[in-house]
Nanobody, 119 residues
Framework: QVQLVESGGGSVQPGGSLRLSCAAS????????MNWYRQAPGKQRELVAS???????HYADSVKGRFTISRDNAKNTVYLQMNSLKAEDTAVYHC?????????????WGQGTQVTVSS
């Protein structure tokens, strides 16, 4: 069983930066495709960024050029560097990991970390 724990959220002014981290327990982190989702009050959950186990990345149009997802398999950690933050980036950010191992699907979620962008 993999547990995911996010950290790095907080309050920041527009234009500022934050770096979120998601630490995973277990020894199979490297086989997981990792994602960052966010959910703002009253809105649907949104996929923000993804990184495959091979290192390929994908970003939502709303964050392209501002956010960068990366992973360090040696540290069992995935990161989300968020620059040029806007008020509309305010949300709870959740880490998610998915894998298919021997035909069985695995899907794990962290508890979330709050990001607030406000002047």
């Amino acid at each position: 069983q993999v547990q995911l724990v996010e950290s790095g959220g907080g309050s920041v002014q527009p234009g500022g930066s934050l770096r979120l981290s998601c630490a995973a327990s277990g020894s199979l982190f490297s086989i997981y495709d990792m994602n960052w989702y966010r959910q703002a009050p009253g809105k649907q959950r949104e996929l923000v960024a993804s990184i495959t186990r091979g290192g390929s990345t994908h970003y939502a149009d709303s964050v392209k050029g501002r956010f960068t997802i990366s992973r360090d398999n040696a540290k069992n950690t995935v990161y989300l560097q968020m620059n040029s933050l806007k008020a509309e980036d305010t949300a709870v950010y959740h880490c998610n990991g998915g894998a298919n191992l021997f035909g069985k699907e695995y899907d794990h979620w962290g508890q979330g970390t709050q990001v607030t962008v406000s002047s």
